[in-house]
């Protein structure tokens, strides 16, 4: 507070709120072109050790661009985001539900698997199922004892039809990057562009803007000591300083928060890849075709949900809101388990469920947010959980559902729901022990303490 304090005007203020935006403009950048780059690379890679890599790539480019659009949202709307983190997330389901039917119209209709195959149900359908997912129609049928599986496209030319679906991904991707250059430019964070009025406003001007009039005298401060602490930078929340002397409260919230998108996030994922596999299994046995519209409808629902969530969110609260995604996956996985030999129930159940999970990441990011006020990493911390539990359970749950059969797969369902809803109930608990801030005006007069004596030095 000295060092910062000392001979300090008022305007080098805003520095380190322009720096954690330039950082973050500059990493949506970086990874939304690196994502339009590997998809245009994808078609020549005829290895797959390189094929994993540029993928590896992919990944962290897009998990790079899930905390810092989450991050950013927080840090300027704080406890209006709710409903901007729903708007972000309907339109991620959206891109999941339209990129399938963007690619479909390039893949081959041949069935990649040998006609004499001696393998038995369970793994033609999972096999099945794995090339209706890579795309990989075009490898042409052979008994497995002389199946090669070259590197090379096959040569009727089906190979270079899927490449297109690829590369139309990379031009749709290729706005994203130069959208958010123009803003880099707007904002006057490119030294090659000239000067003009920003686009965002500051953190001085959108909180003039949103907070209500009788709150103006605390707004009259200047912008370094209105800022909170565990978003002033991308990597703040990495500093020990900035958790130094936080009680267990703290550490307990982020871990449970992150406990409970590890399993919802980690369900999605796992329902999505393996309710075909299910569905085509004993006892159900139903058709290819018609098995086949399950991830479709999964996914139309979660993008329906999160377009209901957006003015569903404005007028409840975050923490009913999880609270209502958490038991309904929970009640629906049981009414499944119940009805496993019904199709019809598979298929409502699989949009109830699209329906709860949709909105449950964007609710308990804001909830959690709201919970720390403002003051921890929660959102890297509930990125990175949701992202391993989305890995985990589906390498969890695809080695269950191959050992032990379909009926388990509705067993980890359960399972995982019921730790999910009790993961919540400590949140809740841990949320109640928090000690609060003071009060605004108690705060506002020891801020105003701190800026004199810094002046005065």
């Given amino acids: 507070m000295e060092e910062k304090g000392e001979g300090m005007l008022p305007a080098p203020d805003t520095a380190l709120p322009s720096c954690s935006l330039a950082q973050s403009l500059w990493a949506l950048f970086t990874s939304s ?33 899930d905390t810092v659009a ?17 708007v972000l997330h309907f339109f991620v389901g959206f891109g999941a539900l339209l990129s399938p039917l963007i690619a479909d119209p390039f893949l081959s209709e041949a069935n990649c698997l040998p006609a004499n195959s001696t393998a038995n149900t369970t793994s033609r359908s999972h096999l099945f199922h794995v090339s209706r997912v890579l795309g990989q129609h075009h490898i042409e049928a052979k008994p497995w004892s002389n ?59 959108l909180a003039l803007e949103t907070q209500p009039p009788e709150k103006e005298d605390a707004s009259s401060l200047p912008p370094k000591f209105q800022s909170h602490p565990g ?42 890849a393996f309710v075909y596999s299910y569905a085509v299994e004993k006892p159900l046995s139903v058709g290819h075709k018609v098995a086949g519209y399950l991830p479709s409808l999964f996914w139309g629902f979660i993008t329906l949900g999160r377009l209901l969530s957006i003015p569903i969110s404005s ?25 496993s030999y019904n199709v019809v129930f598979l298929f409502v159940g699989t949009a109830s469920l699209g329906l709860f999970l949709s909105s449950t990441f964007p609710s308990m990011l804001a909830y959690t947010e709201d919970s720390l006020q403002y003051k921890g990493c929660a959102t890297t911390v509930l990125v990175t959980g949701a992202g391993v539990g989305e890995m985990v359970l589906q390498m969890l749950v695809g080695s269950i559902f191959q050992a032990q059969g379909s009926y ?18 400590l949140l809740l608990f841990f949320h109640r022990m928090h000690p609060g801030l003071p009060s605004v005006p108690t705060q506002d007069r020891s801020i105003g303490m701190e800026n004199a004596d810094c002046y005065q030095r």
């Fill in 231 to 272: 978003h002033e930078d991308l990597f703040s929340c990495c500093q020990r300083k900035n958790l130094r002397g936080a009680p267990y409260s703290f550490f307990a919230i982020h871990i449970t928060a992150a406990l409970v998108l590890f399993m919802t996030d980690g369900l999605t994922g796992a329902y999505s």
């Fill in 315 to 339: 007028r409840m609260k975050p923490a009913t809101m999880v609270f209502i995604n958490v038991v309904g996956v929970v009640v629906t996985f049981l009414v499944l388990l119940i009805f």
């Fill in 70 to 86: 989450n991050m950013q949202l927080v840090r300027m709307y704080q406890k209006d985001s709710a409903v901007f983190l729903q």
């Fill in 408 to 425: 388990s797969f509705l067993v980890c369902g359960v399972i995982f729901g019921c730790l999910a809803f009790t993961f919540y109930i």
């Fill in 147 to 205: 199946q090669t599986f070259p590197g090379l496209p096959p040569k009727d030319g089906a190979g270079t039809r899927v490449s297109y679906a690829f590369w139309i991904m990379a031009l749709i991707n290729l706005p994203v990057p130069m959208a958010v250059l123009t803003l880099l430019s707007r904002e006057r964070l490119l030294t090659c562009c000239p000067q003009s009025r920003p686009l965002l406003l500051s953190a001085d001007e």
């Fill in 33 to 65: 072109l690196a994502i339009s780059l590997v998809f245009a690379v994808i078609p020549f890679c005829h290895d797959v050790k390189v094929l994993a890599s540029v993928m590896a790539l992919a990944g962290l480019a897009m998990g790079c661009i």
